[in-house]
């Protein structure tokens, strides 16, 4: 475990220690401790995830002295490890809506017919930089296989999962974990392997198999991102119709550019029978540099799907590799993980032109 010191600089006081558990994503348990109990844990505690000031200043297009001052001018907490300054995301909100930042509500869903494009990494990783950014983030897990929700070390056979709630077992608040104070997650376990079975035998509206259970919790969230599984599917066409933004992430192989091009022609089909209004935007992943096939392949999505693709496109890294195997960050160190994921989720949220 690292040290860390949370300063306060409204005072100029050092007045928290605090510890970084290597737990899941690095996941800041800032524990407070009471000079009158004899350094025994205090009981108000907050869980967040912690954005370097410098990565806030460079997004937000200022120095990082100038945003030190701006911090230090309007009383917000920094907080200190290896001689490296954070802010939570809650003082990072504060920050970027004082600055005039509108947060926008969105339901974003990551799809794609052919499996291993790095689908639930680039969910993960999308959410995590839009909450360091201050974005009240929810996950939806919907992959009966649950690696978004592993990720997050969530591994509960008996959780309550969308099933639960399309049945009408439980309503959704009692689904959600919370991981953070601004970010949840809906987990998956294999009771969801149902949910194909149950919209389409149950007489349900599959077009709102989503959105429909969603709608009570909207309002407490900007981003609602939803995890699939690599199918065509009930559930898959319900979460199209509950997204404003449907994002396919595609990797440099032929497999996967045919695994594409279906999944466009099914959600075309989608819009036209259930007349959703959502915007596939592609992303390219895994991209190598010193690869042909790389350099190919994203030609020709270029030439076919120039105005769907992102601006960004994912380097091939071994941060990516490990992200969900080791449940490390990839925004603590510099790489081109980083770099990349901080850009499309930037993309996203409305942070670029």
């Given at each position: 475990?690292?040290?860390?010191?949370?300063?306060?600089?409204?005072?100029?006081?050092?007045?928290?220690?605090?510890?970084?558990?290597?737990?899941v994503?690095?996941?800041v348990?800032?524990?407070?401790?009471?000079?009158?109990?004899?350094?025994?844990?205090?009981?108000?505690?907050?869980?967040?995830?912690?954005?370097?000031?410098?990565?806030?200043?460079?997004?937000?297009?200022?120095?990082?002295?100038?945003?030190?001052?701006?911090?230090?001018?309007?009383?917000?907490?920094?907080?200190?490890?290896?001689?490296?300054?954070?802010?939570?995301?809650?003082t990072?909100?504060?920050?970027?809506?004082?600055?005039?930042?509108?947060?926008?509500?969105?339901?974003?869903?990551?799809?794609?017919?052919?499996?291993?494009?790095?689908?639930?990494?680039?969910?993960?990783?999308?959410?995590?930089?839009?909450?360091?950014?201050?974005?009240?983030?929810?996950?939806?897990?919907?992959?009966?296989?649950?690696?978004?929700?592993?990720?997050f070390?969530?591994?509960?056979?008996?959780?309550?999962?969308?099933?639960?709630?399309?049945?009408?077992?439980?309503?959704?608040e009692?689904?959600?974990?919370?991981?953070?104070?601004?970010?949840?997650?809906?987990?998956?376990?294999?009771?969801?392997?149902?949910?194909?079975?149950?919209?389409?035998?149950?007489?349900?509206?599959?077009?709102?198999g989503?959105?429909?259970?969603?709608?009570?919790?909207?309002?407490?969230?900007?981003?609602?991102?939803?995890?699939?599984a690599?199918?065509?599917?009930?559930?898959?066409?319900?979460?199209?119709?509950?997204?404003?933004?449907?994002?396919?992430?595609?990797?440099?192989?032929?497999?996967?550019?045919?695994?594409?091009?279906?999944?466009?022609?099914?959600?075309?089909?989608?819009?036209?029978?259930?007349?959703?209004?959502?915007?596939?935007?592609?992303?390219?992943?895994?991209?190598?540099?010193?690869?042909?096939?790389?350099?190919e392949?994203?030609?020709?999505?270029?030439?076919?799907?120039?105005?769907?693709?992102?601006?960004?496109?994912?380097r091939?890294?071994?941060?990516?590799?490990?992200?969900?195997?080791?449940?490390?960050?990839?925004?603590?160190?510099?790489?081109?993980?980083?770099?990349?994921?901080?850009?499309?989720?930037?993309?996203?949220?409305?942070?670029?032109?």
């Open positions: 475990m690292s040290s860390l010191t949370i300063r306060n600089n409204e005072n100029n006081q050092h007045k928290l220690i605090a510890y970084l558990p290597s737990w994503y690095r996941l348990a800032v524990e407070a401790f009471c000079s009158t109990n004899g350094g025994k844990m205090a009981e108000s505690t907050t869980n967040d995830f912690l954005i370097l000031l410098s990565d806030l200043a460079a997004a937000i297009g200022i120095t990082n002295q100038a945003l030190h001052k701006y911090v230090k001018s309007n009383g917000f907490e920094t907080l200190l490890s290896t001689n490296r300054a954070y802010v939570t995301a809650e990072a909100r504060r920050v970027m809506t004082e600055r005039g930042f509108q947060y926008k509500q969105q339901v974003v869903s990551l799809q794609m017919l052919k499996g291993g494009v790095a689908k639930t990494t680039t969910a993960m990783n999308i959410g995590l930089r839009a909450n360091m950014y201050g974005t009240r983030v929810l996950l939806v897990d919907l992959d009966q296989q649950a690696n978004l929700s592993f990720a070390g969530i591994e509960d056979p008996n959780a309550l999962v969308w099933v639960d709630v399309i049945e009408g077992k439980t309503p959704i009692n689904t959600i974990r919370k991981v953070s104070p601004t970010l949840h997650i809906i987990p998956s376990n294999l009771n969801n392997s149902m949910l194909d079975r149950i919209l389409l035998n149950g007489k349900r509206n599959v077009a709102t989503v959105s429909q259970y969603l709608s009570p919790i909207r309002d407490r969230y900007d981003l609602i991102i939803l995890d699939t690599p199918n065509l599917s009930a559930i898959n066409t319900a979460a199209s119709c509950a997204s404003e933004t449907v994002i396919l992430p595609v990797n440099p192989d032929k497999f996967s550019f045919a695994g594409l091009t279906k999944t466009l022609d099914d959600l075309g089909k989608i819009k036209s029978e259930f007349g959703g209004s959502f915007e596939p935007k592609i992303l390219f992943t895994k991209f190598d540099g010193r690869e042909t096939s790389s350099h392949l994203l030609k020709m999505c270029m030439v076919n799907f120039g105005s769907q693709m992102m601006k960004t496109f994912i091939t890294s071994t941060e990516v590799k490990n992200t969900i195997r080791t449940g490390k960050t990839i925004f603590e160190h510099k790489s081109n993980a980083k770099d990349d994921y901080d850009l499309v989720t930037r993309e996203l949220i409305g942070m670029t032109s």
